[in-house]
């Protein structure tokens, strides 16, 4: 085992199913190097597993290895316009598509069921049903907690009043803050609601050294700068001050980060080790077209 801080990293498994991040130049994970790669989470103490439908072939992959002793969560997609239009009740689809999920992943039950799409519950033909499917299935036992994946802490206003979830995930690196900087982070500390962080290194962009970003990131280049100055002047690698930032935050649970092979994850295993590792100053921005990965198009 090592440091406790490793034991909050969560393994993000998108890159399982298919091709994902900017920075991935070896594309979707070799099926044999999985279950290495989840030899090493045990080995590490690291417990946790995130995946979702949407990812490919994940939950079928994972499936097919020992996933005993791991807590897995996975989410639910968008519910699609035919359920708003046929004899298919919402609690009837959210059922089907958890069981689907079960049978892939072989087990009897999820440690987490969230929803992909969270604004969903603030739909006022389906979100109420939708709260309330969810909360079935906790109380069946098929989904030990329940909760939302976000883009925004905003969106967090809107569906605490139909549905106060057990656990979230949301976004969070050194240059997307939001999180903490809404107030939204203590709160959710203090409701004791497991929170789990993704885009810790913004789909690998924040690793990059300066000569590989994309040209079209070079519009901020004040942060950019700023970023590379301190890498420097610290002599640490920005996969340890990626990490070493996000979990200065202790409200934070587990800390979700994805890989391309063995090698990488243990790179990632040991820059998490660093307990001395300095923490960066936030170089924050409220910038969409920065943060938000799915903007980037419109760059």
């Not at 946790?48 to 992959?61: P, R, V």
């Not at 999180?179 to 939204?184: D, K, V």
Request: hydrophobic share 40%.
């Amino acid at each position: 085992m090592l440091t406790s801080d490793v034991n909050r990293l969560a393994l993000g498994t998108v890159q399982f199913g298919m091709n994902y991040g900017v920075a991935n130049t070896s594309g979707q994970v070799k099926k044999e190097d999985i279950a290495t790669i989840l030899r090493l989470c045990r080995e590490a103490g690291v417990d946790t597993l995130d995946t979702a439908i949407a990812y490919g072939e994940s939950e079928k992959l994972l499936g097919q290895c020992d996933l005993t002793g791991f807590r897995v969560i996975t989410k639910i997609p968008p519910v699609p316009e035919e359920v708003f239009h046929c004899q298919t009740t919402i609690h009837d689809w959210l059922a089907e598509q958890l069981e689907a999920s079960l049978q892939r992943l072989k087990l009897s039950a999820v440690d987490g069921l969230m929803l992909h799409q969270a604004t969903a519950l603030c739909n006022p033909q389906i979100g109420e049903e939708l709260a309330a499917a969810l909360r079935e299935v906790k109380a069946q036992g098929k989904a030990l907690k329940i909760g939302v994946s976000v883009y925004s802490p905003d969106e967090l206003e809107s569906i605490y009043p139909i549905l106060q979830p057990d656990i979230i995930q949301a976004p969070f690196n050194i240059l997307d803050q939001r999180l903490a900087s809404s107030g939204w982070l203590k709160k959710l500390a203090g409701d004791n609601t497991e929170v789990h962080v993704r885009s810790v290194f913004l789909q690998g962009l924040l690793l990059m050294e300066k000569n590989q970003r994309p040209e079209k990131f070079q519009q901020w280049d004040s942060l950019w700068q700023t970023w590379d100055s301190w890498s420097e002047e610290s002599g640490q690698s920005p996969l340890v001050s990626c990490l070493a930032a996000v979990m200065s935050y202790k409200e934070i649970d587990r800390v979700v980060v994805g890989c391309d092979s063995p090698e990488q994850w243990q790179e990632i295993l040991a820059a998490a080790g660093q307990t001395e590792a300095a923490v960066p100053a936030p170089i924050a921005t409220d910038d969409l077209l920065l943060i938000n990965p799915a903007l980037w198009s419109q760059i």
